[in-house]
């Protein structure tokens, strides 16, 4: 499984843009780039993902480098309850009898957010 | 849509003994996987049933097995319990070829004394 690179903590103050790095410099042409987040007591929860271009969703934006050896998700304004850990992970579709949703967790960054 | 359900939420047991965990899919997923999480680490996957087979396995001994049902529900069994299984087991389910990403349910907490 191709590896990323995270670091292990951020903080950001409410209201503010928070810019989240993740480093995969090992990345396959088939793999795509998801980005999970696991508030305390929960389970993981979808953030969103992509392949080559830049994505836009109602939750976060996926900046993608144009050598796709890393990615940035980028929260608009953070508020109080997007205090988490964020997970970049890179996952391949393809599998053999039905598809591969085999996710390869890292220890993730945890985001802090300051009122 | 309840999303993904698991059951027990919580549950402790003695060393040696053994535990079976529940998971309900997703409305409309066909596909399960299970994620063991160690306190301060992130999930460790375990396995993954589709069409009632167990289809990857990630580097977890034979005391952890599975099953899946034609309903799609999902079972984690885990004998002969250690210490160190003491965790959160997530289950994640998706639908098969929809390429979409795997939703989570809420885990159970499993602690052995």
């Known amino acids: 499984d191709a590896k990323t690179t995270q670091p292990n903590s951020m903080e950001s103050n409410e209201e503010e843009p928070v810019h989240l790095p993740c480093n995969h410099s090992t990345i396959s042409g088939t793999d795509y780039i998801h980005w999970y987040r696991q508030l305390p007591s929960q389970g993981p929860e979808y953030v969103i993902h992509g392949l080559t271009s830049n994505v836009n969703n109602r939750m976060a934006s996926l900046a993608i480098a144009e050598d796709r050896k890393s990615s940035t998700l980028i929260l608009h304004r953070a508020t109080l309850r997007d205090a988490a850990v964020y997970y970049c992970i890179l996952r391949d579709p393809r599998g053999s009898g039905g598809s591969n949703y085999k996710l390869t967790f890292g220890k993730g960054t945890l985001l802090t957010v300051n009122p | 849509d309840a999303g993904v359900t698991q059951s027990p939420t919580h549950l402790i047991k003695t060393r040696g003994q053994q535990v079976t965990l529940r998971c309900s899919p997703k409305?409309?997923?066909?596909?399960v996987s299970w994620y063991q999480q160690a306190l301060g680490q992130g999930p460790q996957f375990i396995f993954q049933?589709?069409?009632?087979?167990?289809?990857q396995r990630g580097n977890f001994p034979d005391r952890f097995s599975g099953h899946q049902f034609p309903n799609y529900s999902s079972e984690l069994n885990v004998n002969a319990l250690l210490l160190g299984d003491s965790a959160l087991y997530l289950c994640?389910?998706?639908?098969?070829?929809?390429?979409?990403?795997?939703?989570f349910g809420p885990g159970t907490r499993l602690t052995v004394l």
């Open positions: 409305s409309g997923h066909d596909t």
């Open positions: 994640a389910s998706s639908r098969d070829t929809s390429g979409r990403s795997p939703f």
């Open positions: 049933y589709y069409e009632e087979e167990e289809r």
